[in-house]
């Protein structure tokens, strides 16, 4: 099992940066495919980024492709989120995912079974 804690949400004005980290207890991190997802007010949980455990990736969602990049350190059990240019449709609930092994990349949030509690992003006008 893994336990994943997220930190680095907060608010920020639009064209603002933030960078999400999600640090990983537990063992053999460097075997989990890493994720972010986000839920925006109203709507569902969507994914955002993510690295695959075998170095696929990273891959990301059309909606933050070129604004985001998502990075892992295997020797700290950290991911990382570092998002630039955010809008208020960046305005969400950020959670980390993880699932072990995994053939390929999967974007769907019920393929991750280890989530942390979520971080709150709110970008202001």
């Known amino acids: 099992q893994v336990q994943l804690v997220e930190s680095g949400g907060g608010l920020v004005q639009a064209g603002g940066s933030l960078r999400l980290s999600c640090a990983a207890s537990?063992?053999?991190?460097?075997?989990?495919?890493m994720t972010w997802f986000r839920r925006a007010p109203g709507k569902e949980r969507e994914f955002v980024a993510g690295i695959q455990w075998s170095g696929g990736g990273p891959y990301y969602a059309d909606s933050v492709k070129g604004r985001c990049t998502f990075s892992r350190d295997n020797a700290k059990n950290t991911v990382y989120l570092q998002m630039n240019s955010l809008n208020p449709e960046d305005t969400a609930v950020y959670y980390c995912?993880?699932?072990?092994?995994?053939?390929?990349?999967?974007?769907?949030?019920?393929?991750?079974?280890?989530w942390g509690q979520g971080t709150q992003v709110t970008v202001s006008t």
């Open positions: 995912a993880a699932s072990r092994y995994g053939a390929s990349f999967s974007r769907r949030d019920v393929d991750y079974a280890y």
């Open positions: 537990g063992r053999f991190f460097s075997t989990y495919t």
